[in-house]
């Protein structure tokens, strides 16, 4: 079975801050990773996805995310946050095919400052 | 845009009563899942259904949780007996084919008093 953890739970940052969340996965084979953001009183959303290809892959507002294989990360991180940006950021993961389930961490909460 | 909806957002109900959460997966998706999220801790699996019946379920979904998908477009999940514990949000997720993303609704606070 795959496991995902995440390093921060709770990250304070100031507008215009850069962001880089960790994440790191267990499996021993081959993995679907995704990052879910949960803005306060609203559902998870698709922040971004990797699937195959290229490792660095860009979702919406301006995050972006590398699968570092050897490493089993897959970091996110924005060079420069807003004060929208507050909410609980989840790294997840899948095995490959079928109906396979994701997998999450335990969330990490950021705090935009103004 | 297609979503996934959840009703009801909120639900109160006291400890041993039986309660249904309803969702309405997007219409062409074929796999289903339900997800919980007790409060301040992870979102944890409950169960995966295809094809009409359940491929996988976690540890806590014990014989007090069933799902079922009457009608072809609602999917639920019933605690027949519910406990303090069960309080937490439960999270309804849908995808269409394998190797996509699920697609979550917005959750159904579930309140045991």
């Given amino acids: 079975a795959q496991s995902v953890s995440q390093h921060n739970h709770h990250v304070i940052l100031s507008e215009a801050a850069s962001l880089e969340l960790g994440c790191n996965y267990s499996y021993g084979g081959t993995v679907n990773l995704f990052w879910y953001v949960q803005y306060p009183g609203q559902h998870l959303q698709l922040l971004l996805k990797y699937f195959s290809g290229d490792p660095l892959v860009k979702g ?3 995050f972006e995310a590398e699968f570092i ?6 970091n996110l991180r924005k ?10 950021y989840f790294c997840a993961v899948n095995a490959l095919g079928g109906y396979s389930t994701l997998t999450f961490g335990k969330g990490t909460m950021l705090l935009v400052s103004p | 845009e297609p979503e996934v909806t959840q009703t009801p957002s909120h639900q109160v109900t006291q400890m041993g009563q039986e309660v249904i959460l309803r969702c309405v997966p997007i219409s062409n998706h074929l796999y289903f899942y339900w997800y919980r999220q007790i409060l301040g801790q992870k979102v944890e699996f409950l169960v995966s259904f295809y094809n009409n019946e359940i491929s996988e379920k976690s540890e806590i979904f014990d014989d007090q949780f069933s799902v079922e998908r009457p009608d072809g477009s609602n999917f639920t999940l019933k605690i027949r007996s519910t406990k303090l514990e069960d309080s937490a949000m439960y999270f309804c997720a849908s995808r269409g084919q394998e190797d996509t993303e699920a697609f979550f ?3 159904t606070r579930l309140t045991v008093v």
């Fill in chain 1, 60 to 62: 919406i507002k301006g």
């Fill in chain 1, 69 to 74: 294989k050897s490493k089993f990360s897959f």
């Fill in chain 1, 79 to 88: 060079p420069s946050v807003q004060w929208s940006d507050t909410a609980e």
């Fill in chain 2, 105 to 107: 609704g917005q959750g």
